[in-house]
């Protein structure tokens, strides 16, 4: 069963409950003080104005009023301070799940997502939480607080005028209740354009090469100009709903207080009620209604809030293909000398109509290399998301060492994995940031050992600061065979049993390949090794090779064999040939 936006908000505000119960308690804590100020004022004007009494002998109550006030100034700050902290937290802890969830989602989910729409939901959206539980949940329990002991304390300083106030105050919130679907609506526009806006944004940005090369600039900045203006159109009705509404709050608010003036100046005239009270009550009206008018300007918070706490729900509610995290894999597994892996009858597919593997059976013994070819859309970059535990096969199983991989606990197993992909992501950071992804603990001796053994050396050399330079995001500064040497480089500190290769050489030329070859040549002794090819002529003639078709290994063998065959290997290497 779904759970609503607000259940889910109000779900999370568990852990920071305390916090929460302490800001409203401050908020409590100056209705009564304001109570207090406002009695010393009334009785401080009707002794000074109706008995005669001088300045000298109201000294103790004229003294009370600036220490009430700064009483009243340290419980402000103190409901502020606490409640945004329970914002603050509210927000990290949803963040650090999300981070979780997208973690446990892997690299495939994450390819197909729009970058901006992901930016503006993780971002923006968790942000957009604060000011709910520092704002807008708060002001919840003291619309109700505050009124309740004003209403008390006037219900004893005047009941008629108590009378007169509970019958105006619900007027504020019969008047939000009858807005709120409206400002929702159009909440939920707003925050949905804003995604659409993001996404388009990060998109163009990350495109901006292509689109000027295609002379395509204009094109895009009119679309995020289109994009743009109508995200202003929906703030505009947001906020045109806000204000009209907090006018019209205002107006009840104004009419009921003045209703009330004019009923104690009548009760004045006729002398049926005291100076004192009725300046008393007069006071602290405009109090009464001031919590209810705060919650209707908050109304708008919570409505970005749930707007961006629905996206957030239905993000938490993908479910991962991750295998089952196990406690611990068994000793024996990872001792043996080298990784040895077998799929029987695996099958997986994206979707229930979009089949990628049929009954895949494939063997490859610890401490051998092993090629797999096969044209686009074989399934061959599936497999290895199935070996490094991305995806979860729907049949079938995949031992390690003969225990089925869904056992082995995933982080346990990863660190005996090192992968090598077609295109290196580079974070944002200096090159020894980006070497020690892959072995934090690393020493000097290892980092100097993995630069060499991967024909970093040149490269560094070359960068001005060396291993402290710092490299864009996606490795500006570096060239494609040089990211290249730093993936082979991470691998090395890896120093894992099972190497990976989805055709680290694919995009580049052919002395830069070689150089690679060679450090993958050196990478690969005494290691288990699955490789994914396309330049099949680069294939040793007594490689073990493995042909993937529709989901399936339809050859297998040495490529010199296959190639002598006429079969689908030697038809795909005429056809790698021919292009």
Known sequence: MAISPTAWLREQSHPVRRLLTAGIAAGAAQAVLMCGGAWLVAHVLAEAIFAGRRLGELWPALAALPLLAAARFALTLLQRQVTFEAG???????????????????PRWAAQQSSGDMVTRLVDGVDALIPYYAGYLPQVALA??????????????????????LLTAPLIPLFMVLVGRAAEEASQRRWLRLRRMGARFMDALSGLTTLRLCRATAREQALLEATGEAYRQETMAVLRIAFLSALVLEFFATVSIAVLAVLIGFRLMWGTLAFGPGLFVLLLAPELFMPLRALGTQRHRRMEAAAAAEDLIALLAVPAEEAAVAAGPSPQVFAAAGIGIALEQVSFGYT???????????????????????????????LLHLLMGFA???????????????????????????????????????????LLIAAPQADARQLERAVQAAALVPVIARL??????????????LSGGERQRLALARAWLRDAPLLLLDEPTQHLDAATAAVIDGALAKLAEGRTVIRIAHRLDTIAADEQVAVMADGCIVEAGTASVLRASHGAFARLLAADRAA
Do not use: C, Y
């Open 88 to 106: 603050a937290r509210v927000s990290a802890s949803v963040r650090s799940t999300l981070e979780e969830r997208m973690r446990r989602l892997g």
């Open 144 to 165: 109700a607080l505050i009124p309740a002991v004003i209403l008390l304390v006037v219900l004893v300083a005047d009941p008629w005028s108590a009378l007169v106030l």
């Open 352 to 382: 229930s109509d979009r089949q990628v593997l049929h009954d895949l059976e494939l063997s490859v013994e610890a401490g051998t290399r092993l090629t797999v070819v096969g044209a686009s859309g074989s399934g061959k970059s599936t």
């Open 392 to 434: 979860v096969p729907q049949s079938g199983r995949i031992l390690i060492n003969g225990e089925d991989l869904t056992t082995l606990a995933l982080a346990s197993w990863r660190r005996h994995i090192a992968w090598v992909p077609q295109r290196v992501h580079v974070f944002q950071g200096t090159l020894r940031d980006n």
């Open 464 to 477: 001005r600061q060396g291993l402290d330079t710092p490299l864009g995001e996606h490795g500006q500064g």
